[in-house]
């Protein structure tokens, strides 16, 4: 069975950084297009970027493009979530999400969850 653990999360300023990892229990994850997706109280599960299997492919959302980078590190059956010029609008829970057919924006299409990482961006 497919575990990921979503760390990195935290509080952090308006305008500042932070990286988000999502560690998969195994390394076939590394052949698996991987999402992030994170969520506000009150609000839908949005979806924040993908990156495909061979880490040369990512799709954004238009929330966080240009602000959010996804990588990956085969090595360490790990994808990162860069997250540069944060926004107070930006606090959620972040989560990762794989699957093994190919994913893209929606959460549906997404087999495997982690629990997500609390990212809190003050003013």
């Known amino acids: 069975q497919v575990q990921l653990v979503e760390s990195g999360g935290g509080l952090v300023q308006a305008g500042g950084s932070l990286r988000l990892s999502c560690a998969a229990s195994?390394?076939?994850?590394?052949?698996?297009?991987v999402g992030w997706f994170r969520q506000a109280p009150g609000k839908e599960r949005e979806f924040v970027g993908v990156i495909g299997m061979n880490g040369n492919t990512e799709y954004y959302g238009d929330s966080v493009k240009g602000r959010f980078t996804i990588s990956r590190d085969n090595a360490k059956n790990t994808v990162f979530l860069h997250m540069n010029s944060l926004k107070p609008e930006d606090t959620a829970v972040y989560y990762c999400?794989?699957?093994?057919?190919?994913?893209?924006?929606?959460?549906?299409?997404?087999?495997?969850w982690g629990r997500g990482t609390q990212v809190t961006v003050s003013s």
């Open positions: 195994d390394r076939i994850v590394n052949t698996y297009p």
């Open positions: 999400a794989a699957d093994p057919d190919g994913s893209y924006r929606s959460p549906g299409d997404y087999e495997y």
